[in-house]
C-alpha cells in the first residue's frame, strides 16, 4: 500500500515558477514509477511527467518538455516536479501517481492517486 500526498500548489502569474513536492509512504518508494497528471475543469486528466526507478528513465509530454522537471528523491520517498515558465493553459489540480513496475503515460497504469493540488496560472 503507499499513500501520496501531494503539496506545492498555488497561484502564480504567467512566465513564474512552482514546485510541487508528493510524499509517499511505504517502504518500497524506489520500486515504484512515479507520475504527475494533471486535470483542468472540463477536460480528461492528462499526463505530465513520469519518473521510472530503473536509469532514471523520464519522460514528459510534449507541451511542458523544457518547462517542468520531474525528480525523486529515494531516501526521502519523494517525487517533485519543478515548474517554469508557466502558463495560464497549464492551469489544473494536479495529481502525483505511482505505479508498480514500469509505468506508463496512461492514466490505468497507475494504483495510486494523491489528493491533487491546485495550481493556477494568472494571464
Known amino acids: 500500500q503507499v499513500q501520496l500526498v501531494e503539496s506545492g500548489g498555488g497561484l502564480v502569474q504567467a512566465g513564474g515558477s512552482l514546485r510541487l513536492s508528493c510524499a509517499a509512504s511505504g517502504r518500497t518508494f524506489s520500486s515504484y514509477a512515479m507520475a504527475w497528471f494533471r486535470q483542468a475543469p472540463g477536460k480528461e486528466r492528462e499526463f505530465v511527467a513520469a519518473i521510472i526507478w530503473s536509469g532514471p528513465r523520464i519522460y514528459y509530454a510534449d507541451s511542458v518538455k523544457g518547462r517542468f522537471t520531474i525528480a525523486r528523491d529515494n531516501t526521502e520517498n519523494t517525487v517533485y516536479l519543478q515548474m517554469n515558465s508557466l502558463k495560464p493553459e497549464d492551469t489544473a489540480v494536479y495529481y502525483c501517481?505511482?505505479?508498480?513496475?514500469?509505468?506508463?503515460?496512461?492514466?490505468?497504469?497507475?494504483?495510486?492517486w494523491g489528493q491533487g493540488t491546485q495550481v493556477t496560472v494568472s494571464s
Open positions: 501517481a505511482a505505479a508498480l513496475g514500469s509505468g506508463s503515460q496512461s492514466t490505468s497504469t497507475y494504483d495510486y
